[in-house]
């Protein structure tokens, strides 16, 4: 088929009559996805009259004409009506457009330049593949066909063989099929041409993993046609009148009926099997394709590494191998296999029996019937369970599920004893209904395996917030979107500040996949990192921008970072092109949009960033989301910020309440492709009771004095227990801010919280160190002190210079 080669097709009943007679030429024309001509053969251009550098990149339906009206008289030919005038006719002309994705065949009469009309059939494959081809059309001149023919009766032509005929150019359609279209390899070539001179119809679709049998309607008679034959034949045969010759000649088309039907049989099941990426729901798909039309019993068997979704070792599978039964499906009186092979249970399989037969082999396993022996010795595998009486007497079909040359697992097909015995055409309509529905499993199976990468993936990113902060209380939600591939680069956050602060974050990396992900999950460090030196917001935006520019111009954020104030009573907040966040008044219960400065994305670079300061009171609730949540195809976002302010001014027994009414009132109607985070905190705030200061001059004596006015502040909260701890840490900071301060007074702060928060601030802007002092060492060991005795401490810079911290857990009584 290359551009010198021209293939045959052959015609007759038998290879002895018709091989002999030689070859017709045929045309081979080879359409891309973009509608144009990729192959002109030289048959093409002896049957169509136009040269191969003519045809070559010129559309197809300006050299292939596809329409035209039927001249009067000329309606009929020896291979049935003609289809068009002067056209390939409209099957073809459906191929051509994409607008048929299964076979078509045809005849027509052509106009071809300096030649007479010529007699055509033609052939149309849509080709399924990783590669540029999309169509395949043959066609061959039936005049010359019928000249062979020699006035035999009209045989059905298929491209290269007919039915009952040995196609002697096997071997060159096979080598040759590569070379014209590039993405099938000369093993799937080789397989292709086998089956079709095994089963006698064609097989020229295909995919990158897979072979699906098909045919054009050669005319071959449906059942209900077959049916209404042997009707007539009957009611001839009573009146004592002759057959009718179309019931004689139906027995010379029972084979190919039967080759027929099962083909329809195959492409139903392939249609009603894989509409789901769902494993659970294909296999159920799977069991019930087959039953009852093809079998009575369908049992499902799933390596448990396919069942759970995860990745298995390569090779064949052994006698430890575990089977989960996953499905059972048949036509006997509900119950009577349930009861006795449940679904769920998993067990190996013994080397002497047919299932591992099949399942290390790769390939059906027939037994027409089960004996009485080898239903004992199946039944043996099933303790304190006699199955024999559902299996003995029935014939047995056990079909391996394969995909990429792996076995995941196996269907066990039974037939009731008065139904036909499983047969050769049964065990390879069974293989090729096994490897459709292998395929399918696998691909439901690598789903599930990236499905749930993906949601660790996710998982492993973000967050895992504590409900309850300084001052604060948060709830959270994280929708995954419902796109394939669903991992997104939505994000939330909260930090810990100097000063019982707490900072709020919400991100969303544009796009999706793993890509953003992994984008998100460097800009979460970085607003982290940044957040722990106490940046002020609009400054940690502009740094968080440089990075994500030195990180590369492919993706943008948006962000919205809030810094809470419980004592100022306080947010600080700036924006880099997110949406803006609601805040939910508690005095009155009304909700409004927070007017910010927008900014613009993270990554767009070079544009300054603005912060503002907004006043809250205590029992005020802030609502910060991605654009997934109220953001809908073909809708205005303003309705979703609307309905997203509405909704969350709704009242609500906890947070968690809360922003499950927002999840509900922005996400009812099922269409949401994005992922969707969500962060809402009520501002509690702390109480200026709970707060106390002190300023210490740079004078060692001061230090006696903090450890005197913390003691006594400790009283006065009745947290006596905590006070010999608690002044002996305030000794060795207050130490230490004394010794290493510039100028400046030495601020002490008690906060009590839901926990006691110790902080010293002081104008030195290096950070202390954890050091390991040695018994002569005269420093060291204040800190180490610190570590031992607090229940969490830590250090972090200032724009003054820095502050050192720590907590102690308040005694049960005293929590509130």
């Known amino acids: 088929m ?163 005929t040995d196609f002697p150019g096997a071997e060159e359609l096979a080598r040759r099929l590569p070379e014209i279209l590039p993405s099938m390899s000369v093993g799937d ?135 989960h039964r996953v499905a059972l499906e048949h036509t006997d009186e509900p119950g009577r296999w349930e009861d006795v092979v449940p679904v769920g249970e998993a067990m190996p399989f013994p080397a002497e029996t047919p299932f591992f037969q099949c399942m290390t082999t790769g390939e059906p396993v027939v037994i027409p019937r089960i004996s009485e022996e080898m239903g004992h010795a199946i039944a043996s595998q099933f303790d304190k369970r006699d199955i024999r009486p559902l299996i003995t007497h029935r014939s047995m079909l056990i079909v391996p599920l394969k995909a990429r040359q792996v076995v995941l697992g196996f269907m066990a097909l039974m037939r009731h004893p008065e139904r036909p015995e499983f047969n ?164 009155d219960g009304r909700s409004e949009l927070l007017d910010l400065p927008t900014g613009a994305p993270i990554g767009v670079g070079g544009v300054p960033f603005e912060s503002v300061r907004v006043p809250v009171s205590p029992g005020d609730r802030l609502v910060m989301c991605t654009d997934g949540l109220v953001e809908v195809r073909g809708e205005d976002i303003g309705v979703g910020l609307a309905t997203l302010c509405e909704s969350a001014a709704h009242p609500a027994a906890s947070m968690d309440d809360a922003c499950d009414t927002i999840i509900r009132a922005l996400n009812t109607c099922g269409g949401r492709k994005d992922d969707v985070a969500l962060l809402m905190a009520r501002l509690a705030g702390i109480e200026p009771e709970d707060v106390a200061v002190w300023r210490f001059n740079l004078d060692p004596v001061e230090v006696g004095r903090a450890r005197a006015v913390v003691g006594e502040q400790l009283h006065e909260w009745g947290l006596d227990t905590l006070a010999h701890n608690a002044e002996l840490m305030v000794s060795e900071l207050v130490t230490n801010a004394v010794r290493h301060s510039h100028g400046r007074p030495v601020e002490l702060r008690l906060v009590r919280g839901d926990t006691l928060l110790c902080e010293v601030d002081d104008d030195d802007h290096t950070l202390p160190t954890l050091l390991s002092a040695g018994p002569g060492d005269e420093s060291g060991r204040g800190l180490r002190v610190v570590s031992t005795l607090a229940r969490e401490w830590g250090t972090s810079r200032t724009s003054a210079g820095k502050t050192v911290w720590f907590e102690l857990t308040l005694p049960r009584a005293a929590r509130r």
């Open 424 to 587: 050769d055409m049964d065990r390879v309509t069974g293989a090729e209904l096994a490897a459709r529905a292998g395929l399918v499993l696998d691909n439901a199976r690598m789903y599930t395996y990236q499905e749930n990468v993906a949601e660790t993936l996710q998982d492993s990113m973000l967050p895992h917030i504590a409900p309850r902060m300084t001052g604060c209380d948060i709830a959270t939600r994280y929708l995954p979107g419902t796109l394939l591939g669903r991992v997104g680069g939505d994000w939330f956050d909260s930090v810990k500040l100097p000063g019982a602060r707490t900072a709020l974050v919400v991100g969303d990396v544009m796009g999706h996949g793993l890509n953003s992900a992994a984008m998100m999950g460097q800009l979460r460090t970085a607003v982290q990192t940044m957040a722990a030196l106490d940046l002020p917001p609009a400054q940690l935006l502009r740094n968080l921008d440089d990075l994500a520019q030195r990180l590369g111009d492919t993706y943008l954020a948006t962000c919205l970072y809030a810094v809470y104030d419980p004592i100022a009573s306080e947010l600080h907040l700036a924006n880099a092109g997110h949406i803006p966040p609601v805040i939910v008044r508690a005095a």
């Open 2 to 164: 290359d551009h010198g080669t021209e293939t045959g097709a052959s015609a007759g009943h038998g290879a002895a009559e018709y091989t002999a007679a030689g070859r017709i030429p045929l045309a081979v024309v080879v359409v891309d996805r973009e509608g144009l001509v990729s192959h002109w053969s030289r048959g093409a251009r002896r049957l169509f009259g136009i040269l191969r550098e003519d045809a070559l990149g010129r559309p197809a339906v300006d050299l292939l004409p596809v329409s035209g009206a039927l001249p009067e008289g000329e309606d009929t030919g020896p291979y049935g009506p003609y289809v068009a005038y002067d056209g390939l006719g409209p099957g073809l002309e459906s191929s051509l457009d994409g607008r048929l994705s299964y076979p078509a065949a045809g005849r027509a009469r052509l106009s071809v330049p300096d030649t007479e009309r010529v007699d055509v059939l033609w052939w149309a494959y849509p080709l399924v593949g990783p590669g540029p081809e999309r169509l395949l059309v043959l066609a061959a001149d039936a005049g010359a066909l019928q000249q062979q023919e020699d006035g035999m009766a009209a045989p059905r032509i298929a491209p290269g063989f007919a039915l009952h």
């Open 189 to 323: 070539s080789a397989r292709i041409v086998s089956q079709v001179l095994e089963l006698g119809y064609p097989i020229l679709e295909f995919s990158q993993n897979d072979r699906v049998p098909v045919t054009p309607d050669w005319g071959v008679p449906r059942r209900a046609e077959r049916r209404a034959r042997r009707e007539r034949a009957a009611r001839a045969v009573a009146a004592g009148h002759p057959v009718p010759q179309d019931v004689q000649d139906e027995g010379e088309d029972l084979e190919y009926a039967a080759v027929r039907e099962r083909l329809e049989f195959l492409n139903e099941v392939s249609g009603r099997i894989g509409t789901s990426l769902d494993l659970a729901q294909t296999i159920i798909e799977v069991s019930k394709a087959v039953v009852p039309r093809f079998t009575d019993v369908a049992c499902t068997y799933l390596r448990e590494q396919v069942v759970a979704g995860e990745g298995f070792p390569d090779g064949v599978p052994d006698t430890t191998t575990m089977w």
